[in-house]
Structures are given as structure tokens and as C-alpha cells.
């Protein structure tokens, strides 16, 4: 039997507990060598120096720390990385890079759940029903409050996508189940061409502020995407409007939006924000037209789990040969979600 690379674990404890059960470590240790110890929450651990020299392969997801130059002086055999998380930032370095290490990521699998939560968003934001579900707690037996929020219903309705990421892509795609809808999408990157074979239409940011009934905001966060929905974009919107936010908080302007949603004029549902959390006398805590949920949208629990899976595909995939489905190079960095 050919020889197994020897591989380690490293994320935090509860982040361990939640994407490796025992099925999914038996796996692992099928295709790898794992050791007595098969995680590790610290690349500076007690005793892990003599390990950290001949590993070759990590398996990464949430507490990684950055692998910098020393980290990687520690482990001069490693040769991939498979991260059971979405985005990379957080951990890869140019000295990563440099090296020629394989990194892949769970950025497809945790598109997944984003893309559901999103388009369940948009669903029932259609109906108000986060902003009439407020209002229920001050009219209480008086139910005529539900005409106050504007018309109500999914049918004809305009959706707007901005960034057409791999989240943003699965939008589009969920929200074509609803009937007549129009999906515009802004994004400076996006094909045209592929724009429309999801359902959408490609158009400028102001012209999707504009038009749409609900606004589903999947860009990346990059320095030029701080604050890219600001007191202009949403001054734009329509009255009754909802904004809808999985992405990053550093993309909407707090201040502005506070503004907005105070006057009552528009809706919002925010699943991240600036910062995150928002401290305690945030004016959008006590808004009834503002729903805040604490950044669920993204895998959590038994859906971390799709991410370890993909790794593993990928893991094997590297290992027999094959071409990886979730290979991430330095130049993705600068513009995917």
C-alpha cells in the first residue's frame, strides 16, 4: 500500500466538534496519515514542533491562525491545504503563496445556505412579514396595521442582486420560482451573457437601486466595497423597499442606513453589520422596520459539515490525481464573496 501523507487538523475546538464526527474522521483517516493527534486549535502547541516537520497536508476551517513566514518555517513539507470554510483571507500570506502551496476552500458548499436564508428573505420580505411581525407587538387586535408597510406580495415583484458571487449567482437562480419576477443585477465583473443564462439582467448600481422592490446585497468585502450602499444608494430606493444584507457589514453605511430606516421609508433585514455586533444603543435595535439576526446565514452546525465533506472530495481528488472543484489561487482573492 502506498504511503499516506501525514496530515493535521487545525481550527478551534468547537469549530472540531461540529465538522468532524467520527464518520467523517474515519474517512480522513483513510485517505491520510492523522497520528495519535489528529487536531490542534495552535500551530504553536507544546511538543507539536518535531509533527509541524513532517506534515503535508492541513485541513483548516474557523481559529486557523495566519500562516505566515514562521508558521510556515515550522512545516517545510506542506504541500495543500484543504479549508472546510469559505474564504481564505483570513489565513493565506504572499509567503503561502510563494511556496507553490495548493489551497482550496468551502466557499461553494457554504454558498449554499446563504443563497436558502436569502432567498427565504426575500420571500417573506415580499409579505413584510419580519416588519408586520413587529408591528403585531404595538396595534396587538387592531390587524389593519398590515396595509401600513405597503403592498404586500411576491408576484411581479423587481429583485436586485448586487454581485453576481457565487451566492449572488444561487440567488438569481432561487428567485426565478417566483412568478413574473424581474432579477436586475450590478456587478462590474459580471458576464453579461452569464447574467442572463441565471435569469437576471445586468445593469448599473443606481439603476437597481432605483427599480427594485428588494435589494440583496453578495459583493466582497474589499477596500473598494467599503460603504458601496451609502446615503445616495439608499436614498434611491423605493418607499417600503427592503434592503437585505448576508454579506459584510463594511458594505452598507450604518450611519446612512440608520437614517433611512429611522424615517420609516424603507425596511431592512441584516444578518451582518458595522460593526458587528452593533453596540447596545444602536437606534436599529428598537426599529420595527429593521430585523437583526446574528450572522446565521452562513453554515452553522450540521451544515458545516457540507464543507468538510467538499474538502474530503477534494482531498481525495488531490491525492488520486484528479482535477479539484474548489481550487483557490491569489488572483480569486481580489474578487470573489
Known sequence: MARKPKALLVMNQETFADQFDSTRLERLAGLVDLGPEPWTGSLDGHGLAERLADIEILLTSWGVPRLDHAALARMPKLRAIFHCAGTVRSFVTPELWDRGILV???????????????????????????????????????????????????????????????????????????????????????????????GGQLVSLPELMAESDVVTVHAPALPETKHMIGAAELRAMKDNATLINTARGSLVDTKALEAECVAGRIQALLDVTEPEPLPADSVLYDLPNVQITPHIAGSLGTETRRMSDAALNDLERYLTGQQLAAQVVSADLSLSA
Open 104 to 198: 482550496t476552500n468551502g466557499a461553494d458548499a457554504n454558498a449554499i445556505p446563504v443563497a436558502e436564508f436569502t432567498f427565504a428573505s426575500i420571500v417573506l420580505a415580499g409579505k413584510k412579514a419580519h416588519v408586520l411581525a413587529n408591528d403585531a407587538r404595538a396595534y396587538r387586535e387592531d390587524w389593519s396595521y398590515s396595509t401600513r408597510r405597503g403592498e404586500l406580495g411576491n408576484i411581479g415583484r423587481v429583485i436586485g442582486v448586487i454581485g453576481f458571487s457565487r451566492i449572488g449567482r444561487r440567488v438569481v437562480h432561487l428567485v426565478q420560482q417566483l412568478q413574473d419576477v424581474r432579477c436586475l443585477v450590478s456587478d462590474p465583473y459580471a458576464d453579461p451573457a452569464a447574467v442572463a443564462a441565471a
